[in-house]
């Protein structure tokens, strides 16, 4: 796993998800969706890559929105492997 990123690289790291709000040791965006069953697909292509990567999202569902939240728990932080997520689960919008 990943070294924390330095605070003085993180403005760096933040300008590749720039969507994505920056709240002291996580990244996190909530998703809009049509429907739930569109959110729920969502959620299931977001766990395809998180396993794929072996790096998991908290994860909230509210009908039709979904909020991701991405911190390297074992890290106490945020750490390569939280933006590299971040710009593999933007592909997953960006795609639609």
Do not use: C
Not at 7 to 20: I, Q
Not at 27 to 54: G, H, P
Not at 58 to 74: C, G, M
């Amino acid at each position: 796993m990943s070294d924390l990123i330095p605070a003085a690289e993180l403005k760096t790291y933040l300008k590749t998800v720039p969507v994505w709000e920056h709240d002291k040791k996580k990244i996190e965006r909530v998703f809009e969706f049509e429907d739930f069953t569109s959110a729920m697909d969502f959620v299931n292509q977001v766990a395809e890559i998180a396993e794929d990567a072996e790096h998991h999202p908290d994860i909230d569902i509210r009908y039709n929105k979904v909020k991701l939240l991405l911190t390297t728990h074992t890290k106490g932080g945020l750490t390569e492997a939280d933006f590299d997520l971040a710009e593999r689960i933007d592909t997953l919008v960006d795609e639609e």
